[in-house]
């Protein structure tokens, strides 16, 4: 048996409301009573109904009133509205539509019809719920078999990204031609916000935070916003003000770079006809007062980012549901409801927050808002990374069934002073290694490959020699996947730079020898192929 469906009986007038329970006393209803619309505005927040049979003429905040800010309330939009009213006109009729209600009776009512129209709408509701929880979970399946295709992908897309990004340093090296280092510098912009995609697909699809760092927001804007000025319709105007002096956050880069893509296609598509884009930065401090009239804000610094628009603004029912998952009036194929969710997600795990002011035919501006290390030195301003300490011959075996990431990783191992040996897979690396083990100083090992993977390759060399250095590659990149450390010294996360490359191999090498070394032990032993 279904529950019971919750009425909630709006009505000033005493003998109203109990003509109605007793209408309904014999139905599978929960009744609920408010002698006023302050009254159940809040009967209705705590607990939504599944119908609100809403009196007009009420003292102090009539029905009209009562039933817009139901509207005005995400939880409580879809609320089905049935006003009890005198009038009967057309005006009235209007007034209670523009409003937001469902159906109207009018007093006297016939007892029989009320009783009616108050099944047929809470039978309606009912199923209306069960629709949207199927099609949110149909959603949620979609997504899930999203996040595992991107992680099935991510291995060889990140291996094919790999050798363009490590040969990058190579070009700059022997090209003099200042247009030719133009291309080699977007290749390698675009090598890494694919790198940077893909590990937010990934992330969205383990709901990871990621990690962080010291980040002025100011170059991820600027990039944002260029990329609008190139990829958006030429009737769009972009402009950007951001200040030298803008404050440090703690983020995660691709994280924040993915609120401001959000918030500026939201208006791209707000503005189909064209119009002006802005994106303002500024540093601000919210004292108890300045915080206590912003919604789930807090006193301290911030930094503040406007993504502003002269579009279309918007209506008062859609603003009230914005921020819901899969909720998108973009129509049919056009947009997953998922942009402004996920941005208020992301800023709700950065400690941050966003405000929203929109005006119909005039534009609208989402104002974010990011904790901030006051004072603290800009990025241009911060000292540049030492350059990795160069090899003294040291002898690396790199194992990697990719052939570009196996020989562009030997290739800048060797031009910095190292001695590579290659090997395609583990059965070809431990081979490899055999006649000359006393040589071998560390091994950089990929963890995916065929014949033998990096793990029982590990197996196997710790066995021969024990407390032997490696470094494990993926394309699989898994900040919360521990497995490397049961038997690595050290991650890389493909594609890399060369220059973390380098860091980490003579990091590593420079560490000292320790009895604790991790050595692997996987399920079963080691099958040599």
Known sequence: MNPPSIILIVDDVAANRETLRELFATENYQLWEAADGPTALQLAAETPPDLVLLDVMMPGMDGYEVCRRLRADARLAEVPVIMVTAFDDQASRLTGIGSGADDFITKPFNRAELRARVRTITRLN???????????????????????????????????????????????????????????????RCVERGVGLVRQLLSFARGAIGKRQLLQARHVIREVGELAEVTFPKSIRVDMMLPGDLWLIEANGTQIHQVFLN??????????????????????????????????????DFITVEVKDTGTGIPPDVLARIWE???????????????????????????????VQTRLDHGTAFTVFLPAI???????????????????????LVVDDEEPVRLMAAQILSSYGYRTITAADGAEAIAAFVPRSAEVRLVLTDMDMPMLGGQAL??????????????????????GNATHKNFASAFLAKPFQAETLLSIVRRTLDEPASPSTPVARPDGPAQLA
């Open 325 to 355: 998952p899969f909720y998108t009036t973009k129509g049919e194929g056009k947009g997953t409801g998922l942009g402004l969710s996920t941005v208020r997600e992301i800023l709700h795990q950065h400690d941050g927050f966003v405000t």
């Open 458 to 479: 590990a197996t196997a060399l710790h066995r021969m020699r024990p407390g032997l250095p490696i470094v494990a590659m993926s394309g699989t990149d898994s900040e």
């Open 263 to 300: 918030l500026c296609i939201n208006a791209r598509d707000a503005m189909p006809q064209g119009g002006e884009l802005t994106l303002t930065a500024a540093n601000r401090t919210l004292d108890a007062a300045g915080a206590a009239g912003i919604p789930e804000a807090r006193p301290g």
């Open 374 to 396: 006051r004072n603290a030195l800009g990025a241009e301003a911060l000292p540049d990374a030492a350059q990795p300490a160069r090899g003294n011959a040291e002898v690396i």
């Open 126 to 188: 009912r199923y209306r719920r069960l629709i949207e929880t199927q099609e949110l979970m149909l959603r949620a399946q979609r997504l899930e078999n999203i996040g595992m295709l991107a992680a099935g992908i991510a291995h060889d897309f990140n291996n094919a990204l790999a050798p363009i990004l490590l040969a990058s340093p190579f070009l700059r090296q022997h090209v003099d031609n200042p247009d030719a280092l133009r291309f080699v510098d977007i290749v390698e």
